[in-house]
């Protein structure tokens, strides 16, 4: 097993990673799988890097110490847990405890803000069209998300998980003038992920850090959207059954070649939803947490078997580089 320590360092000039079992296509005198691939991205995190990890629905404290503990067991690297209920669903103890226990693993905490469509009283985010999707619907909901982060903020969170380009837009103002810290950054859910490059480089210029782009895109897709724009994006190697449920595993290595810099998603389809998150899913919550670690031990391995393993950026990293913005006016 691969160990958190012995991840080779990021290098511009590592092998590229082989396809799954193309020695032995050829072999048979077959084609390589895959073998008409989209051009390698160019870009990387200011580390050098290539690839981050995260693991989500990381619902308060007790959930947060059970990934750090499975985490260490299984030599998973970490550089970013995030949560799906949101600021307001947290008391400022447990938020304060859940800063401490990340500063302490050196890993990066991100927390929802918000209000979300599809949990007030608006009825077409339940149709089966979807309505005005999970945006924040009208001003005090946008108000609310904002009242969330800067709350987030002053008890120490530093990443900031948004579902609404309005909100991301003022809270990308208010880090400009200085009501957020600086060193925040702004994570764009994958409940509102573009679909192609011109939106990818619209989020990036409204202040977005970090992209959660849709998992059922193609790599042509992904290759398109990265010669656009530089923001690192968010992928769910596996994803939940309420964003499709899909699997890409297989796909480790050709996602960090063509989509750099990225963050492997560690997401678990066939789970109960946790959100909003309260004690009657403990048990749900603390068991799925431990599977996402899990299956992330698992595509790291598949990802060294294929030689695809240097480039992890640092643990403790979390800048996303420079990044093009409109005016923060």
């Known amino acids: 097993m691969t160990s958190a320590q012995s991840f080779p360092p990021a290098a511009q000039s590592s092998p590229p990673a082989r396809r799954p079992a193309e020695s032995a296509f050829a072999r048979l ?53 995030s949560q799906g209920s949101g600021v307001w669903m947290l008391t400022d103890t447990e938020i304060t405890e859940m800063v401490e226990a990340c500063a302490a693993h050196r890993v990066e905490l991100c927390l929802f803000t918000g209000p979300r469509g599809s949990w007030d009283i608006g009825a077409g985010t339940r149709t089966d069209s979807g309505g005005a999707g999970l945006h924040a619907r009208g001003h005090d909901a946008v108000a609310g998300c904002v009242e969330d982060a800067l709350r987030a903020a002053e008890l120490g969170v530093r990443c900031l998980l948004v579902a609404d380009e309005g909100v991301l837009w003022l809270l990308h103002r208010l880090r400009a003038q200085g009501v957020l810290p600086a060193d925040t950054t702004l994570k764009v859910s994958a409940l509102i992920g573009p679909v192609n490059p011109y939106s990818f480089m619209l989020h990036e210029r409204l202040g977005a850090d970090s992209v959660n782009v849709p998992s059922d895109l193609t790599l042509d897709h992904l290759a398109e959207m990265r010669r656009t724009a530089a923001a690192p994006m968010d992928f769910y190697l596996e994803a939940p059954d309420d964003l499709g449920g899909y699997v890409r595993m297989y796909d480790v290595a050709e996602l960090i070649r063509c989509a750099a810099p990225i963050y492997l998603k560690f997401g678990l389809s066939r789970a109960p939803a946790l959100y909003p998150y309260g004690h009657q899913l403990r048990e749900a919550a603390l068991g ?42």
């Open 29 to 81: 005198g077959l084609p390589v799988p895959g073998d008409h691939r989209p051009p390698p991205s160019a870009r990387s995190f200011p580390d050098g890097g290539t690839w981050r990890t995260e693991i989500p629905s990381v619902e308060g404290p007790e959930v947060l110490a059970a990934v750090l503990k499975e985490a260490a067991d299984l030599d998973v690297p970490l550089h970013r847990v």
């Open 288 to 329: 799925s947490a431990r599977e996402r670690v899990r299956r992330g031990r698992l595509a790291l391995d598949l990802l060294a078997r294929l030689g695809g393993d240097g480039g992890m950026s640092p643990l403790g990293s979390r800048s996303p580089g420079e990044l093009t913005r409109f005016p923060a006016l």
